[in-house]
């Protein structure tokens, strides 16, 4: 199921005159351990699944991307390079580490018609990961979800659920606004900022006045097998590495001329009549993506062996020697919790992953109630508590929580 829920359920965001979004899809070009950005000499720290040019070496920089032979995305003009950790699975029994395929990776670019700047030729930066939860907006999306492998619910971070699900979709929002002068910064962070809230036209800081498309990042796993997940980081928080190979003056005549009336990550919204899709034509009835179309057009098979000839697959430790990290906070879900009235009454949101401000933050975070006959603990709405419109913004805006129609809801998206 490649259509994204999220994006579904943003359906609802569109906005008024002016508003655009535009989907691009990619199959994967390659799991390595190099990253361009931050180690442009040698071997990264860990490995990462790269998407778009089909080019992967440490020194890559933007003539590189202009010259690739191959992309594996599906607008041809494109050929920008994107890359996340990738992803494994640990076995307790084997003590090994399977790296897990992708079923789909997409970037949805939201901006408002005639407003934004593009992308700079050799604009290279970095989004999400630890320490921008909020503005990013990490998410981990389980579509149809099912038992834990053996009854074991085990996890060892946040992000990853420990049950299966008939698709798991990862999602994240990368910073839009620009210092307007520099291509990169020491940090690869801190020459562009997130809009306010996180929001495609949420104002830019001071500091950072130019505003750029924001791209929001989905990773699919389909199926999702449950069990113990991690990035190759050793982490359960989700970066994307983003170099651009567009040719600025083509993306801005796009920018400046494509209008769809969508301003969120819309699975039918494509600006066909600007860039020239492969996959082509497109369904505008239809979320699901034909990957038999995107197959068809991808390049070569890359060829790690030029690079690192280091076995990434079904290790006893993660590439790079990376220890994961164990990092989790309870959960009314939790083994230890759903079927013990105490614990489940006991915990409090402010120990959990739920950022509920004020005094909400002590409020108890699940309830202790009967479910199918069977008394079992259960997460409490923690938007829906929120009555009213000054509450929702002002105590639920960390946790996600959105003022709609009256009612405080969770961003879903």
Same mark, same amino acid.
């Given at each position: 199921?490649?259509?994204?829920?999220?994006?579904?359920?943003?359906?609802?965001?569109?906005?008024?005159?002016?508003?655009?979004?535009?989907?691009?899809?990619?199959?994967?070009?390659?799991?390595?351990?190099?990253?361009?950005?931050?180690?442009?000499?040698?071997?990264?720290?860990?490995?990462?699944?790269?998407?778009?040019?089909?080019?992967?070496?440490?020194?890559?920089?933007?003539?590189?991307?202009?010259?690739?032979?191959?992309?594996?995305?599906?607008?041809?003009?494109?050929?920008?390079?994107?890359?996340?950790?990738?992803?494994?699975?640990?076995?307790?029994?084997?003590?090994?580490?399977?790296?897990?395929?992708?079923?789909?990776?997409?970037?949805?670019?939201?901006?408002? *018609?005639?407003?934004?700047?593009?992308?700079?030729?050799?604009?290279?930066?970095?989004?999400?990961?630890?320490?921008?939860?909020?503005?990013?907006?990490?998410?981990?999306?389980?579509?149809?979800?099912?038992?834990?492998?053996?009854?074991?619910? *085990?996890?060892?971070?946040?992000?990853?659920?420990?049950?299966?699900?008939?698709?798991?979709?990862?999602?994240?929002?990368?910073?839009?606004?620009?210092?307007?002068?520099?291509?990169?910064?020491?940090?690869?962070?801190?020459?562009?900022?997130?809009?306010?809230?996180? $929001?495609?036209?949420?104002?830019?800081?001071?500091?950072?006045?130019?505003?750029?498309?924001?791209?929001?990042?989905?990773?699919?796993?389909?199926?999702?097998?449950?069990?113990?997940?991690?990035?190759?980081?050793?982490?359960?928080?989700?970066?994307?590495?983003?170099?651009?190979?567009?040719?600025?003056?083509?993306?801005?005549? @796009?920018?400046?001329?494509?209008?769809?009336?969508?301003?969120?990550?819309?699975?039918?919204?494509?600006?066909?009549?600007?860039?020239?899709?492969? $996959?082509?034509?497109?369904?505008?009835?239809? *979320?699901? @993506?034909?990957?038999?179309?995107?197959?068809?057009?991808?390049?070569?098979?890359?060829?790690?062996?030029?690079?690192?000839?280091?076995?990434?697959?079904?290790?006893?430790?993660?590439?790079?020697?990376?220890?994961?990290?164990?990092?989790?906070?309870?959960?009314?879900?939790?083994?230890?919790?759903?079927?013990?009235?105490?614990?489940?009454?006991?915990?409090?949101?402010?120990?959990?992953?739920?950022?509920?401000?004020?005094?909400?933050?002590?409020?108890?975070?699940?309830?202790?109630?009967?479910?199918?006959?069977?008394?079992?603990?259960?997460?409490?709405?923690?938007?829906?508590?929120?009555?009213?419109?000054?509450?929702?913004?002002?105590?639920?805006?960390?946790?996600?929580?959105?003022?709609?129609?009256?009612?405080?809801?969770?961003?879903?998206?």
């Amino acid at each position: 199921m490649y259509a994204s829920l999220c994006a579904i359920f943003a359906a609802a965001a569109v906005r008024g005159a002016a508003a655009t979004s535009m989907k691009i899809d990619f199959l994967t070009m390659a799991d390595v351990r190099t990253d361009p950005i931050i180690n442009p000499k040698g071997l990264s720290a860990h490995v990462h699944r790269f998407f778009g040019a089909n080019v992967a070496a440490p020194s890559t920089q933007f003539k590189d991307l202009r010259n690739a032979k191959g992309n594996t995305g599906n607008v041809e003009e494109n050929k920008s390079l994107y890359w996340h950790p990738s992803i494994y699975k640990y076995d307790p029994e084997t003590k090994k580490f399977t790296m897990q395929k992708t079923s789909l990776f997409s970037s949805y670019y939201i901006w408002e *018609t005639g407003k934004t700047k593009a992308f700079p030729e050799g604009l290279k930066f970095i989004g999400g990961g630890m320490g921008y939860l909020k503005d990013s907006r990490q998410n981990a999306e389980c579509v149809m979800p099912g038992k834990c492998p053996n009854d074991d619910c *085990t996890r060892w971070n946040d992000f990853f659920p420990p049950h299966t699900c008939e698709e798991l979709e990862m999602s994240m929002v990368m910073p839009s606004c620009w210092n307007g002068k520099d291509l990169d910064s020491p940090d690869h962070r801190s020459h562009m900022a997130y809009p306010e809230n996180g $929001d495609p036209d949420g104002a830019c800081p001071d500091s950072h006045p130019v505003r750029l498309p924001q791209m929001r990042i989905f990773t699919r796993l389909a199926p999702y097998t449950g069990g113990i997940h991690l990035f190759s980081d050793g982490t359960g928080y989700y970066h994307t590495d983003y170099m651009s190979g567009w040719k600025e003056s083509f993306l801005q005549k @796009v920018l400046d001329n494509c209008e769809n009336d969508s301003f969120a990550p819309m699975p039918t919204a494509w600006c066909q009549d600007h860039v020239t899709f492969r $996959d082509a034509p497109k369904n505008p009835d239809s *979320t699901e @993506v034909d990957k038999s179309k995107l197959e068809k057009f991808q390049p070569a098979p890359f060829k790690v062996s030029k690079i690192t000839k280091e076995k990434v697959d079904i290790v006893s430790a993660l590439p790079g020697n990376v220890p994961p990290m164990k990092d989790i906070t309870p959960r009314c879900s939790d083994a230890s919790i759903k079927k013990n009235k105490k614990s489940c009454r006991k915990l409090r949101f402010k120990s959990t992953e739920v950022v509920l401000g004020g005094m909400y933050k002590n409020w108890r975070a699940c309830n202790w109630k009967k479910v199918k006959g069977k008394r079992t603990c259960v997460a409490r709405d923690y938007c829906g508590m929120l009555k009213t419109m000054t509450k929702c913004r002002k105590f639920g805006d960390s946790a996600g929580c959105f003022w709609e129609k009256r009612k405080c809801r969770q961003d879903l998206g």
